[in-house]
């Protein structure tokens, strides 16, 4: 993996893409996203994951307002990508794999082929975990680029800790796509740590038991809506799984209905669910642990590390515990800002207090419930 994420590193080089410029990358799960993004850390480039669902439009407007220098994507949807050529004037660089390439695209073979398997030169400004735009939708608008450039390690272990993922012999499972910003998070901490990661091209809930059982799968990241077709399975599928060598489940992106949280305990097992809160922009704010799934209802956990979360009242002051109010965070991992628009967070006047617009209360034990 190492030397091949060198050759399209250098490769990259000897195509002109430099240090702090913007590389998009497009397709499902696939060895060749995950090279791409550590080819993107190795050069300091910030690596900027474009949906595969969207439509050429929307693929356009996003290579052109990141500023990205060169498009990397999967075949099947390069295509769609390609109607971005008329638009994106700062695009050097096409280029196309697993599958033949579009005209006037080159393929990710003939760029690998440019490269050698050295380590590339290392920039003085290539952040340890990779720096990403990731394109959030928002509440109004256009989706707008949430740049992050670097992160606070002591709180990234933390978060770790808490999540039970600081242990041997870990292997990770790709459940959702990576261009989400959970998913190719909690991959990309997983090659951080020296696990290996089982790439899940689409995800298929047959295919997702038999992987667990058959790599000894200890984490994963999942949306509730792949979780519910996992237990939706037939009694014999169930049956015949083995969720054994599972520590960490971790449930996010929406919230977690108790009804499927009881499904999941009762057809795959206790003691190894999580749900996180938390957004493209602050990272993940709170970890429910798997004692609490059921004892906390409705809630989706506590800070953790260094955190700080409040409740703040429309005039500004502290709301109560149980009191509803706009959730504001303070948090080492918050994004550097949005990219090309004056919109930014919302943000209180005393230090560091930051917020994406979600009202929750905070009860007596400070757990947050949304």
């Known amino acids: 993996l190492n030397a091949r994420v060198n050759r399209i590193a250098n490769g990259l080089l000897a195509a002109g893409v430099r240090s702090g410029e913007r590389i998009v990358w497009c397709g499902p799960n696939s060895l060749e996203v995950i090279a791409i993004i550590h080819a993107a850390r190795k050069l300091g480039l910030v690596a900027v994951p474009l949906s595969y669902r969207f439509n050429a439009e929307e693929m356009a407007y996003v290579i052109d307002n990141s500023d990205a220098v060169a498009v990397l994507a999967d075949a099947e949807f390069a295509r769609v990508a390609d109607a971005s050529r008329e638009t994106a004037a700062k695009v050097r660089v096409h280029a196309a794999f697993g599958g033949p390439a579009p005209t006037g695209w080159r393929t990710l073979a003939d760029l690998e082929a440019d490269g050698g398997s050295e380590e590339p030169p290392h920039p003085a400004n290539a952040s340890e975990a990779g720096a990403q735009m990731i394109y959030t939708s928002g509440t109004t608008g256009k989706p707008k680029g949430a740049l992050r450039s670097r992160t606070d390690r002591d709180l990234v272990f933390a978060l770790l800790a808490e999540l039970g993922m600081l242990h041997p012999d870990a292997v990770h499972l790709t459940t959702g796509p990576l261009y989400h910003s959970g998913p190719l998070a909690f991959a990309s901490l997983a090659h951080t740590l020296g696990t290996p990661i089982v790439v899940l091209r689409k995800f298929d809930p047959r295919a997702w038991l038999r992987l667990v059982a058959e790599h000894r799968v200890t984490n994963t990241f999942s949306a509730p809506t792949q979780l519910k077709r996992i237990v939706s399975l037939p009694d014999a599928d169930l049956a015949a799984a083995d969720m054994s060598s599972m520590v960490t489940l971790i449930a996010n992106a929406a ?102 617009g979600d009202i929750a209360y905070i009860d007596e034990e400070g757990y947050v419930h949304i």
């Not at 500004?316 to 706009?326: F, I, K, L, V």
């Open 255 to 356: 919230p977690v209905p108790y009804s499927l949280k009881c499904e999941i305990i009762e057809k795959l097992g206790d003691g190894f669910l999580y749900e996180v809160y938390g957004s493209t922009e602050l990272g993940v704010d709170t970890v429910l642990k798997p004692e609490d799934q059921l004892r906390k209802p409705g809630s989706c956990g506590r800070p953790y590390g260094s955190i700080e979360l409040k409740a703040v009242r429309e005039d500004g002051t502290d709301a109560a515990p149980g009191e509803a109010g706009e959730l504001f965070v303070r948090t080492g991992l918050a994004m550097d800002g949005y990219h090309r628009t004056d919109e930014q967070l919302t943000e209180l006047e005393q230090g560091g207090w930051k917020s994406v």
